[in-house]
């Protein structure tokens, strides 16, 4: 059974150009997370979807960034125009739709994203 | 609002000694309770939980946590450290278990293991 799956693994971007970061939850999981984490710090929210729908994206910032997880194909994070402040590793999480946050959320192998 | 306080952000300890990771949280509701690891360069994965049966819960790798809701804390712990066992450590919490919900993490405890 693979896991949470994310592409690709690093990605370097100059300031101004968009940055899309994809993920593929784990098999039956249809919920999505993504997180971003800064050096030093833990992990922050920014965004929860499930298929074709936002539930909460009271962590995105309001400008630049966007989020979908499409009926079909792999969620995408989008972030438009980059800045350096930008460059953080991305994770994405997926559980599953019974039983909450009972199972856990799963993590993948996080975007690094890198504004030069 | 919930929220996770992990005491030290690094802690070191020689191998074969007990490890412990201090983890306390704030929830207006009772909680569910996870600890992640982190390998450098690597994604998050999931320790233990808990989930309102047992206040001492197992996890892999020989590393267990106990809720102790008095002192809202769920420290993790393992008897013996191993070198594989360096790592950062991740304490988050939900506070709406039955829902899908995002969850809140602390800022991390960095371990390291010295021969």
């Known amino acids: 059974n693979a896991g949470v799956m994310q592409n690709p693994r690093h990605l370097v971007r100059r300031r101004g150009q968009e940055a899309r970061l994809r993920c593929s939850p784990m098999?039956?999981?249809?919920?999505v997370y993504w997180y971003r984490q800064l050096p030093e710090e833990g992990l922050k929210f920014m965004v929860y979807?499930?298929?074709?729908?936002?539930?909460?994206e009271s962590g995105m910032p309001k400008e630049r960034f966007s989020a979908e997880f499409p009926k079909e194909g792999p969620s995408i994070l989008r972030i438009q125009q980059v800045v350096r402040g930008d460059s953080a590793a991305y994770f994405c999480a997926s559980s599953p739709s019974a039983g909450g946050n009972g199972h856990g959320q799963y993590f993948g192998p996080g975007t690094r994203l890198t504004v030069t | 609002a919930q929220s996770v306080t992990q005491l030290g952000s690094h802690v070191s300890v020689s191998e074969g000694a007990l490890v412990l990771l201090r983890c306390n949280y704030s929830s207006s509701v009772p909680p569910y309770l996870f600890w992640y690891v982190q390998y450098p360069n690597q994604g998050l994965q999931l320790l233990l939980k808990y989930t309102s049966a047992a206040t001492l819960v197992k996890g892999i790798n020989g590393f267990e946590a106990e809720f102790k809701k008095s002192e809202t804390s769920f420290h993790l712990t393992k008897p013996s450290a191993h070198m594989s066992d360096a790592a950062e450590y991740f304490c988050a919490v939900s506070d709406r278990p039955s829902g899908n919900t995002p969850l809140v993490f602390g800022k991390g405890t960095r371990l390291s293991v010295i021969a």
């Open positions: 979807l499930q298929k074709e729908n936002i539930i909460d």
């Open positions: 098999k039956g999981h249809s919920h």
